[in-house]
C-alpha cells in the first residue's frame, strides 16, 4: 500500500481494518479499549477527544481513500472507532446494558445506513463523507441507547 504510514496506521485503526472477517465490527471492537481508559475523563475533555480522533480520521482516511483510489475503502474503518466513541459518550456512566446497547445499535446503522445515514456518506471532499456517515450512526445509536 502506497499510503504513508500513519495515515495507514490511523485509518485502518492499527490493522482492525486488514482483518479478512468483518473490518468494521473488528475497528467497533478495536475502539473499545480506547474507550475504557477515557469512559472516566470528565465529560468536556471526552468530547474534545472525539472532536479530535475525528478529525484526525478525516486526514488519515481521505489520505487512504486517495492511496487506494477507491471511495471508501473497507480497510478505513477509523470511522468506526469515532462513530462508536460518539454513541459511547451518549451512555458513559450508564452501565455495562446501555453500553452495549450503543455498541450494537451503531454497528446496525452503521451496516444498514438508513436515511441520514446514506445521505452523510455522500459528503465530499471523501474523508468527510467517510467519517460523517459513522458519526451520524454513533449519534443516532447513543440517542436511542440513552433513551432505552
Known amino acids: 500500500m502506497a499510503t504513508p504510514s500513519l495515515a495507514d496506521a490511523i485509518?485502518?485503526?492499527f490493522g482492525c481494518g486488514r482483518?479478512?472477517?468483518a473490518p468494521g465490527t473488528v475497528g467497533t471492537l478495536g475502539a473499545l479499549p480506547l474507550y475504557w481508559a477515557l469512559r472516566?475523563?470528565?465529560?468536556i475533555a471526552y468530547?474534545?477527544?472525539?472532536?479530535?480522533?475525528?478529525?484526525?480520521g478525516?486526514?488519515?482516511a481521505q489520505k487512504t481513500s486517495d492511496a487506494l483510489g477507491e471511495d471508501d475503502p473497507p480497510c478505513v474503518v477509523v470511522?468506526?472507532?469515532a462513530g462508536v466513541l460518539l454513541a459511547l459518550g451518549f451512555v458513559r456512566g450508564r452501565g455495562l446494558r446501555a453500553e452495549l446497547?450503543?455498541?450494537?445499535?451503531?454497528r446496525v446503522l452503521d451496516i444498514t445506513k438508513p436515511g441520514p445515514i446514506r445521505i452523510a456518506e455522500r459528503a465530499r471532499p471523501r474523508g468527510v463523507g467517510i467519517m460523517l456517515d459513522d458519526l451520524v450512526a454513533g449519534g443516532l445509536a447513543g440517542l436511542l441507547s440513552r433513551a432505552l
Open 47 to 56: 468530547a474534545v477527544l472525539v472532536a479530535a480522533a475525528t478529525g484526525l
Open 11 to 13: 485509518s485502518t485503526w
Open 79 to 81: 470511522d468506526e472507532v
Open 101 to 106: 446497547a450503543a455498541v450494537l445499535l451503531f
Open 40 to 43: 472516566r475523563v470528565n465529560p
Open 19 to 21: 482483518s479478512k472477517w
Open 58 to 60: 478525516i486526514w488519515a
